[in-house]
C-alpha cells in the first residue's frame, strides 16, 4: 500500500516551459487536492477534485490546470511557468462521506528560473 | 472571510516538559479540525483530528481541546521528545464542502 505518490521530486524548470506534476493514490479515494507550500505561508489550496470527473478552484488556481479521469489519478499541469511559482507541491486524497483526515503525498520541490 | 491562524510562531521546549500550540479560527461553519506534523522535507502527517460536537479528545501521548465559544484549537503534546521537533499546523473543515483550510504553522524545537 504506497498511498499518495508524487513524481517528480524535484523539477527545475525555464520561465514558459510546460510540464505535469503526477500524484496517484491507490486508496481509492474519492477526494484529491493539490496544494502549495511557500516559506511563512502555510499550505494553499489550488485545486481539488471530489471524484473522476470533477474538479473545482481552490484559493491559488491561476496558472495550473488539472484533471481527474480516475479515481487513482490527480495530474497537476503548468501551462506557462512563472518564477512565482517556484514552490512545494503536496497532493493530498481523503475518503468521502463521514470527513477524515487528508492523507499526504511527500511533495514535489519546483524551481522556475 | 476564512481564516486558520496561529498565535505562536515558534516554541522552544525541553525534552521531557509538555507542549501546547494553538490555532485561533473564524470560520463558524467549520466542524471539523485537524492537527498535522510536517518534518522538514516530508508531508504533513495526521496527528489527530476532533468534530465540533466534542470538546476534547486524546491519542497517544496527544490531546486536542476545541473551544467553540472562543473559535480556538489546541494541540498538547505530553513528555515532549527530541522526534517531536516540526511544524505543526491546525487545518479546519466545514460547511458542505471538503476542503482543508490550513494556518501558517508552529515551529516547535526540543532541547535536549
Not at chain 1, 64 to 79: A, G, I, K
Not at chain 1, 87 to 109: H, K, M, N, P
Request: charged share 15%; glycine share 10%; hydrophobic share 30%.
Amino acid at each position: 500500500n504506497a498511498g499518495v505518490t508524487q513524481t517528480p521530486k524535484f523539477q527545475v524548470l525555464k520561465t514558459g516551459q510546460s510540464m505535469t506534476l503526477q500524484c496517484a493514490q491507490d486508496m481509492n479515494h474519492e477526494y484529491m487536492s493539490w496544494y502549495r507550500q511557500d516559506p511563512g505561508m502555510g499550505l494553499r489550496l489550488i485545486h481539488y477534485s471530489v471524484g473522476a470527473g470533477i474538479t473545482d478552484q481552490g484559493e491559488v488556481p491561476n496558472g495550473y490546470n488539472v484533471s481527474r479521469s480516475t479515481t487513482e489519478d490527480f495530474p497537476l499541469r503548468l501551462l506557462s511557468a512563472a518564477p512565482s511559482q517556484t514552490s512545494v507541491y503536496f497532493c493530498a486524497s481523503s475518503s468521502a462521506g463521514v470527513r477524515y483526515g487528508y492523507t499526504f503525498g511527500s511533495g514535489t520541490r519546483l524551481t522556475v528560473v | 472571510g476564512e481564516s486558520v491562524g496561529l498565535h505562536l510562531p515558534t516554541l522552544s521546549v525541553q525534552e521531557g516538559d509538555n507542549s501546547i500550540i494553538n490555532c485561533a479560527y473564524s470560520n463558524s461553519a467549520s466542524d471539523y479540525f485537524i492537527w498535522y506534523k510536517q518534518e522538514s522535507g516530508k508531508g504533513p502527517q495526521f496527528i489527530i483530528d476532533i468534530r465540533s460536537n466534542m470538546d476534547k479528545r486524546q491519542g497517544q501521548r496527544v490531546t486536542v481541546l476545541l473551544n467553540k465559544t472562543v473559535k480556538h484549537l489546541s494541540l498538547q503534546i505530553a513528555a515532549t521528545q527530541p522526534g517531536d521537533s516540526a511544524v505543526y499546523f491546525c487545518a479546519e473543515m466545514g460547511g458542505s464542502n471538503y476542503k482543508l483550510t490550513f494556518g501558517k504553522g508552529t515551529l516547535l524545537t526540543v532541547n535536549p
